[in-house]
């Protein structure tokens, strides 16, 4: 059966689902959505999907596609009272592309199982920019045989999709890459300030710095940004604190020391408490600035 034959459903269309979907739309797939706000599905209704009333009407749908912000939010909306196994009718496979926790996808894989449908965790690297330019990978874990059935429309949404195994291996995979993520922007923010402080303009250290073998495609990206000190949210300091909260528990119950995670997490917290919270995490530079005595932005 071809991938323009399966029906889909969208559930949750802020900045990051928005652009997965639009990304579907864009290859020519039949898109179905519902969000809690409404107005968020209408960017997408424009370009061709169709909005419902009720999460359970995407229960029609052949293969639905989830994106939601917190493991609570991911309950609620799947499993809770009105979510999307508790209608009469349910899709054949759900794929969660949210960053939670082993245990929270464990139960939902569980819950999802017992209504008769499959379940596929797959959670995605990349801002709604780097979605939208065809940029983002996905790691997902899960039967493999759900993972073939999904494959063609991950490989619409992403330049990259692997399967890293059968159970829950994707959200920890995903919670690493978010730990590192981190750990990688105070680094920059760290050694940035430090040139800053003893006299390179914050703009020539970072052409430098982008000329050597130690950038990357994102800090490249994000310069401009952090020479502007725009912090316009790509994703923000609350959500990198709840997946490092995510993460660092993950590691304990594994034993693994975290020690440089567990340093960056209190800065995070600090940065939050001096009202950075829905900043994106890139201002842990303000955080850093501030300690340096670098002076506020111009």
């Known amino acids: ?23 579907l739309l864009d290859a020519g797939e039949r898109v179905t959505v519902w969000n809690r706000t ?29 994106t939601v912000s917190m ?12 979510g999307l ?20 996808s464990a139960k939902l894989r569980q819950a999802a199982s017992s209504a008769g449908v499959a379940f596929l965790g797959a959670p995605i690297s990349g801002n709604p920019h780097v979605v939208a330019e065809g940029g983002a990978c996905i790691v ?14 991950l490989d619409q949404m992403a330049k990259v999709a692997v399967h890293a195994g059968e159970q829950e291996q ?31 303009d914050r703009a020539a250290f970072l052409e430098f710095l982008n000329g050597t073998v130690v950038s990357s495609d994102w800090v490249r ?23 490092f909260d995510l993460g660092l528990g993950t590691a304990r119950s594994l034993e693994v020391p975290m020690p440089v995670g567990s340093a960056v997490y209190q800065l995070i917290q600090s940065a939050i408490g001096t009202g950075l919270r829905d900043e994106d995490f890139l201002s842990l530079y303000e955080q850093q600035a501030k300690s340096a005595s670098l002076g506020a932005p111009s």
Request: glycine fraction near 10%; proline fraction near 4%.
């Open 85 to 104: 196994l508790s209608g009469d009718r349910k899709p054949g496979l759900i794929v969660d592309c949210s960053t939670v926790s082993e245990e929270t």
């Open 1 to 23: 059966m071809s991938s323009q034959s399966r029906s889909l459903g969208w559930l949750g269309t802020g900045r990051m689902g928005a652009a997965m979907a639009g990304r």
């Open 71 to 82: 493991p609570g939010d991911l309950e609620e909306v799947v499993s809770g009272e009105k």
């Open 170 to 200: 994707s959200r920890l995979v995903k919670l690493c890459h978010n730990l590192y993520l981190g750990m990688m922007v105070q680094a920059l923010v760290e050694v940035t300030s430090l040139a800053e402080k003893g006299g390179t």
């Open 38 to 66: 409404r107005s968020k599905t209408e960017p997408l209704v424009a370009t061709g999907a169709v909005a419902v009333e009720k999460i359970t009407d995407l229960g029609a749908c052949d293969i639905v596609f989830v």
């Open 140 to 153: 997902a874990s899960g039967p493999t045989e759900s993972f073939q059935l999904a494959k063609p429309f």
């Open 221 to 243: 990206k994000r310069s401009e940004a952090l020479i502007k000190r725009d912090f316009t949210p790509t994703f923000t300091t609350e959500l990198l604190r709840k997946d």
